[in-house]
T-cell receptor
């Protein structure tokens, strides 16, 4: 069974450019989470969806960040325009269950973003 | 709000040594507790979990007991191996917090041969 798949694995871009990160959930999972990991701030929850609906986006840093879930198995995180302080590893994770708070997260291998 | 505090690393041990990584939490409700492990270049993966007081989660020789009275969930292993070198994250998920999982800062473990 394929796990959570993220692309690209690495992205290097210049300040001001648009960046799109992609995530394919595990088949049948109904919750999707985007996290950002840095040395300084650790793991930060950016946004999460349940059954394709955004539930809480209070962790999204600012309007430059947006996330979508066009269908039950796929999500994108877009940064426009990108800035050097956005450099981090971005993870998506999915889970399944009626009692979602009880269900463990399944993480992808992350996208390492470098903005120069 | 909910939070997780775990001991700072790095923790450096010799092979076959005993491991303890401390974790305490604050939560408004009755959370489920988790330990995740992250190997270099990979995402986090679930190591073990416990969903109610006095439950013991265990996997691959690691174990942790849900202690409600001390709001703790310390990770232990009796004999570590070089292959256990990784970053370990304590986490909680609380129905009062919706679907969120809150992570601690992570503790890096180095095991020397």
């Amino acid at each position: 069974d394929a796990g959570v798949i993220q692309s690209p694995r690495h992205e290097v871009t210049e300040m001001g450019q648009e960046v799109t990160l992609r995530c394919k959930l595990i088949s049948g999972h109904n919750s999707l989470f985007w996290y950002r990991q840095t040395m300084m701030r650790g793991l930060e929850l950016l946004i999460y969806f349940n059954n394709n609906v955004p539930i809480d986006d209070s962790g999204m840093p600012e309007d430059r960040f947006s996330a979508k879930m066009p269908n039950a198995s796929f999500s994108t995180l877009k940064i426009q325009p990108s800035e050097p302080r956005d450099s981090a590893v971005y993870f998506c994770a999915s889970s399944f269950g009626q009692e979602a708070y009880n269900s463990p997260l399944h993480f992808g291998n992350g996208t390492r973003l470098t903005v120069t | 709000g909910d939070s997780v505090t775990q001991m700072e690393g790095p923790v450096t041990l010799s092979e076959e040594a005993f491991l303890t990584i401390n974790c305490t939490y604050t939560a408004t409700g009755y959370p489920s507790l988790f330990w995740y492990v992250q190997y270099p270049g990979e995402g986090l993966q679930l190591l073990l979990k416990a969903t109610k007081a006095d439950d013991k989660g265990s996997n691959k020789g690691f174990e942790a007991t849900y202690r409600k009275e001390t709001t703790s969930f310390h990770l232990e292993k009796g004999s570590v191996q070089v292959s256990d070198s990784a970053v370990y994250f304590c986490a909680l998920s609380d129905i009062a917090g919706g679907f969120k999982t809150i992570f601690g800062a992570g503790t890096r473990l180095f095991v020397k041969a």
